[in-house]
C-alpha cells in the first residue's frame, strides 16, 4: 500500500497533537517495513530516522496557512491508498481512502471553544462540504473519545477505532538520583480553559501555612500567559509561592516531572491526557481529574479527584504532599502503568486500521 500522511502539526510540538504526529511516524517506521509512505511536512526542522519505506516531503505554499497546505499538499504525491491526517479535518478531494485521527469533541461539549466563523473558514466549508461524508475512517485515542464520537458525529461504530498513545520512555523516565532541591507541585497545560488550572491555584491557596511556605507551585506552558490565572495568583496571595515557567522543551519538561513532588492534573475534559502518562513514566507521584478519559490513563496509579472540587483537590495534594510512603506508593504504580503504553503498539494498531480501510 501507499500511505500518506499530512502532518501539518509537526510545527508545534508543544501541543499533544504534534507529539502524537511525530511518536506515530517513527513508530510507524519501526514496526512497518512493508507498506510505502509518503510523510508530508510543512518544513525540514523535524529530522526523523532515515527508513527505506518512508519518503519524507517537505511541501511548502507562499500563502503557509494550514487549510491551503492540507488541501493542497496530498494533491501533489499523486494516487495512494490511504491518506491520514492525524488530527481533525478533512480534504475537499481524495485519490483513495480518507482517515482522521479526531483525539476528541471538546469544540462539541465546550461552545466557547468552537472556532470562530471567518472567510477562511467559509471557503473550506464550501470546498470540503460534508465531511462525514468524506471520511472514511476515524481514528481516536480513547474508550471515552470514541464513544463521545457516535453520541456527537453521524457515524457507525465500524467506522472508529481506538489506538490509545504511547510514552517515549527514551525521554520520559525517572531520574539517576532523586532531587533534593525545595519540592513543588507540578502542572503543565495549554490556555484552554478546560484544562481548569484555575482550581488548582485555588486548591494550592487553601493549603495549610506550612506546606504552602515549604513547596512551590510550578506552571509550565500556555497557561501562564493567561491573565486570569496570573489575577487569580496575585488575588490569593500565592505569588511568592508560585513559579511561571512558561513553554518549555521535552527534555525541560521530563526534568520538571521528575523533581516535583507531585503532578497535578484537573482538567475537565480530555481525549486522552498524555501529560499524565508522561509525568508517570518519570516516576512522579499524580493527582489528576477523574473526568473523562483520564482514569483511562491513569487506573489505579493516581488519585482522581472531582475537577469541580477544589476543596477535594486540596485534600489530596495535603494528603500527598505529607506522606512519603503515599508519594512511593504513587511512584511505583504510576511507573508500573506507564510501561503498558508504547508508541510501537499504538503504530502498529494503526497499521492494521490502514489495512482494513483500504480493503474496504
Known amino acids: 500500500m501507499k500511505i500518506v500522511i499530512a ?14 504526529a511525530r511518536e506515530l ?58 491518506l491520514h491526517f492525524p488530527y481533525d479535518s478533512c480534504v475537499a478531494w481524495k485519490r483513495g481512502r480518507f482517515i482522521a485521527t479526531i483525539h476528541d469533541v471538546k469544540p462539541l461539549l465546550f461552545p466557547e471553544l468552537r472556532p470562530r466563523t471567518n472567510l477562511n473558514s467559509r471557503i473550506e466549508d464550501w470546498l470540503v462540504g460534508d465531511r462525514w461524508k468524506t471520511i472514511d475512517h476515524v481514528i481516536t485515542v480513547s474508550e471515552h473519545s470514541r464513544r463521545d464520537l457516535l453520541a456527537h458525529a453521524p457515524l457507525r461504530p465500524d467506522q472508529v477505532s481506538v489506538t490509545p498513545l504511547g510514552l517515549d ?38 493549603l495549610p501555612a506550612a506546606l504552602r511556605r515549604d513547596h512551590e507551585l510550578v506552571l509550565a ?7 486570569d490565572i496570573r489575577a487569580a495568583i496575585e488575588r490569593l496571595q500565592i505569588g511568592a509561592q508560585t513559579r511561571l515557567v512558561g513553554q518549555v522543551s521535552d527534555d525541560e519538561l521530563a526534568q520538571l516531572y521528575q523533581q516535583a513532588t507531585v503532578f497535578v492534573f484537573p482538567s475537565l475534559y480530555e481525549g486522552f491526557g498524555l501529560p499524565v502518562l508522561e509525568a508517570m513514566g518519570c516516576g512522579c ?50 511507573l508500573a502503568r506507564a510501561k503498558e503504553f508504547q508508541w510501537d503498539r499504538t503504530a502498529t494498531q494503526t497499521v492494521a486500521i490502514y489495512e482494513r480501510t483500504a480493503a474496504c
Open 169 to 206: 520512555a527514551d525521554r520520559f523516565h525517572p531520574p539517576s538520583k532523586w532531587p533534593e532541591g525545595r519540592p513543588y507541585v507540578f502542572c503543565v497545560a495549554g490556555p484552554d480553559p478546560t484544562k481548569n488550572v484555575g482550581a488548582l491555584v485555588e486548591a494550592f491557596a487553601t
Open 221 to 227: 506552558g500556555d497557561v501562564c500567559t493567561r491573565a
Open 7 to 20: 502532518a501539518w502539526h509537526l510545527k508545534n510540538l508543544n501541543v499533544g497533537i504534534g507529539r502524537y
Open 25 to 82: 511516524i517513527e513508530g510507524l517506521g519501526r514496526v512497518d517495513q512493508i507498506n510505502q509512505y509518503e510523510i508530508l511536512i510543512p518544513h525540514a526542522e523535524h529530522p526523523f530516522s532515515a527508513r527505506p519505506n518512508m519518503r519524507y516531503r517537505v511541501i511548502r505554499f507562499p500563502f503557509f496557512r494550514r487549510r491551503v497546505w492540507e488541501q493542497a499538499a496530498p494533491l501533489l504525491v499523486g494516487p495512494y491508498d490511504v
Open 285 to 334: 507521584p499524580v493527582i489528576c481529574s477523574q473526568a473523562s478519559s483520564l482514569p483511562e490513563v491513569a487506573g489505579d496509579a493516581a488519585v482522581l479527584v472531582d475537577p469541580h472540587r477544589p476543596d477535594r483537590l486540596a485534600d489530596a495534594l495535603a494528603t500527598v504532599l505529607t506522606s512519603p510512603d503515599v508519594q512511593a506508593s504513587l511512584r511505583a504504580r504510576g
